[in-house]
């Protein structure tokens, strides 16, 4: 076998209609286009969203809502999951590495530190954004919040 001897296999593949080539063709006169209107002429694209003059769906719906770009869109993570790593693994440094390794948190996400539950262990706590409930208790039993 050599890569000059290679052909595709028989019917696989067609030859393109050669349109308007003459009344001989077969597709000569109007190339298949039918007769008259726009889609017969030279030229013409169909507008995106075009129902054939009926009302398109994208002015019969509503405009409504809103998306802020400068949203941003935080991981909550509690006190009481602080609590439970500081016992279990007996860390009293934990930040977002510490909480991807303990599989709390997954990927590059933004952590944030919520007030819900008790905390008793002295931790230095590494996070993007605290609540005031939570800072106020993590600086209450003596440790220290610190935002990346």
């Known amino acids: 076998m ?5 052909k595709p296999a028989a019917g696989s ?7 308007g ?4 063709s ?3 006169g109007t ?18 969203g075009f129902e054939g003059g009926q009302m398109p769906l994208q002015r019969r719906v509503p405009k409504s809502g809103f998306k802020n770009i400068n949203h941003k869109e935080y991981f909550a993570v509690n006190l009481s999951t602080l609590q439970a790593l500081a016992e279990k693994k007996e860390w009293t440094k934990i ?3 510490e909480l991807r390794k303990a599989r709390v948190v997954k990927g590059k996400v933004l952590v944030k530190i919520l007030g ?8 230095e706590v590494e996070a993007n954004a605290f609540s005031k ?8 039993v003596g440790g220290t919040t610190t935002i990346i």
Not at 2 to 6: A, C, I, P
Not at 116 to 123: D, I, N, T, V
Request: charge should be positive.
């Open 95 to 97: 930040g977002i590495e």
């Open 26 to 28: 077969g597709l000569g």
């Open 31 to 48: 190339s298949t286009r039918g007769h008259k209107g726009a889609k017969a002429r030279s030229g013409y694209k169909r507008k995106i």
């Open 13 to 19: 593949t067609h030859s393109r209609r050669r349109l």
């Open 116 to 123: 819900k539950g008790e905390l008793k262990a002295k931790l």
């Open 2 to 6: 050599k890569l000059h001897t290679l």
């Open 21 to 24: 080539r003459g009344t001989g």
């Open 133 to 140: 409930t939570a800072e106020e208790a993590i600086k209450a």
